[in-house]
C-alpha cells in the first residue's frame, strides 16, 4: 500500500488550490441572534386588584414549535426552522413568563403564581400553544393559538371555562425581528382576551 508524505500531500493541497484559486480561509458566516417576547403591561394606569389568586402551570407548546428556532410555514405540508435565529429561551417558559406578567397587572387578580408556591391559589390556569409560527407562503403573517382552560383549584377540579384563541398578524415582511413583533402582538391581544375571561369566570362562580 502506496503512503503519502507530508510533503506529497502538502504538494497536492497547493496545486488543488491554484486550481480552484484564492482559498478564503477567513469565510464570514451569519451570526446567530436571539429574540424575545415582551407584551410590557394591560392598558390600564392602577390596576383593580380581586380575590383571585391565580397559579399558572407552564405552558405545554405543540412539538413543531417547542423547540427554540424560529419556524416558517413556506408550503402546506412544508415548514422550516431558522438555525440562525432563535428565540432567547423555549417558548413554553416565554409564553408562560408573559403570561404571569401581564395576568399579574390585571383588573380583579389578587395573585399570579408560577412554579411552587406557599400560597394556596383560588383558580388553575393550564394551556397549550397549538401554533407559533411565520407563515411565508403568500403575505407574511405572524401566527399564534392557545388552548387554554381555567380550574377551581378545589378539590373537584371544576372547569370553568375552556377556550381556544388565535391571532393572524400581518407582517411588514419576511424578516426574524417582523415576526418577532409579529407574534408579541398576536400575543397580547389574545392575553387582552385572556383576562377579560378569566375575570368573568371568577364573577360567574360567585
Known amino acids: 500500500m502506496m503512503s ?6 502538502a504538494a497536492c493541497l497547493a496545486v488543488a488550490a491554484g486550481a480552484s484559486g484564492c482559498v478564503d480561509l477567513k469565510k464570514t458566516y451569519p451570526e446567530k441572534r436571539s429574540f424575545v417576547l415582551d407584551v410590557g403591561a394591560p392598558p390600564q394606569e392602577v390596576p ?14 405543540s412539538p413543531l414549535f417547542a423547540g ?10 412544508q415548514y422550516e426552522s431558522d438555525f440562525y435565529d432563535e428565540w432567547f429561551v423555549a417558548p ?12 399579574s397587572a390585571s383588573r380583579g ?22 401554533e407559533f409560527y411565520g407563515d411565508f407562503r403568500g403575505a407574511p403573517l405572524a401566527v399564534f393559538s392557545l388552548d387554554l ?15 381556544t ?38 364573577t360567574a362562580r360567585r
Open 48 to 61: 383593580s386588584k380581586g380575590a383571585l389568586v391565580l397559579k399558572i402551570n407552564k405552558f405545554r407548546v
Open 92 to 103: 413554553a417558559a416565554l409564553i408562560t413568563q408573559q403570561t404571569q406578567r401581564w395576568l
Open 109 to 130: 387578580i389578587q395573585l399570579v403564581l408560577l412554579g411552587l408556591d406557599h400560597v394556596e391559589p383560588t383558580h388553575l390556569l393550564e394551556g397549550t400553544v397549538t
Open 68 to 77: 427554540r428556532a424560529m419556524v416558517y410555514r413556506i408550503a402546506d405540508l
Open 165 to 202: 384563541y388565535h391571532q393572524n398578524v400581518p407582517l411588514t415582511d419576511r424578516s426574524s425581528e417582523a415576526l418577532a413583533r409579529g407574534l408579541t402582538e398576536a400575543l397580547r391581544t389574545v392575553l387582552i382576551e385572556v383576562a377579560n375571561d378569566v375575570g368573568a369566570a371568577d
Open 149 to 163: 382552560h381555567l380550574l377551581d383549584a378545589g378539590q373537584e377540579r371544576k372547569v370553568l371555562f375552556r377556550r
Open 4 to 9: 503519502w508524505s507530508r510533503a506529497a500531500i
